[in-house]
């Protein structure tokens, strides 16, 4: 297995999280926005989800800059569009290859960072490892407003495998 194998695989499986999530709830369980935590449902964050995938897969001039993503509309209030870009992404995913290869990113959470520090020094493998992880973080969103709703959801989804792995060591 090449290293960037393993890296892809774990997000391959997160991405496919949703897939099986989407197509257990309902088109008003995906398209709800109006919950009394978040103002925003389960289609606003795969949309989000998937708008930084395209960001880093889209990067150009190695430079990935997840500021700014397409947000596209119809992935928060399509089912079957939202699978549908996922399987897409999950298709561009296989293809990526070189995870030691230098990029620089750009993540403006706070909205104040220095303009000499605009973009940082990054890797396509350390990309991949963000992606995983930014992704299983809404996931739990996502459960938390599915549960405000009384759907079930997994058990483990929107747990870290890091998570998981440490729970299995504590059950033996």
């Not at 800059?65 to 699978?83: C, G, M």
């Not at 296989?94 to 940082?120: F, M, Q």
């Amino acid at each position: 297995m090449k290293p960037q194998d393993g890296l892809i695989q774990e997000n391959l499986a997160a991405l496919q999280q949703a897939v099986d999530l989407i197509e257990q709830i309902t088109d008003d369980q995906y398209t709800s926005n109006d919950h009394p935590i978040f103002k925003s449902g389960v289609g606003k964050h795969v949309r989000h989800i998937l708008d930084f995938y395209a960001a880093f897969l889209g990067g150009e001039d190695d430079r990935v800059n997840y500021d700014a993503r397409q947000r596209s509309s119809d992935v928060e209030t399509n089912r079957k569009a939202a699978i549908d870009k996922i399987h897409e992404t999950m298709g561009s995913l296989k293809r990526v290859t070189h995870p030691d290869t230098k990029l620089v990113s750009k993540n403006d959470d706070c909205g104040e960072r220095d303009p000499a520090i605009e973009y940082s020094p990054s890797s396509v493998g350390r990309e991949l490892q963000f992606l995983a992880s930014h992704t299983v973080h809404h996931y739990a969103i996502v459960a938390m407003i599915l549960h405000s709703l009384g759907v079930s959801i997994p058990k483990d989804f929107g747990i870290a495998p890091s998570t998981l792995a440490y729970w299995r060591t504590q059950s033996t």
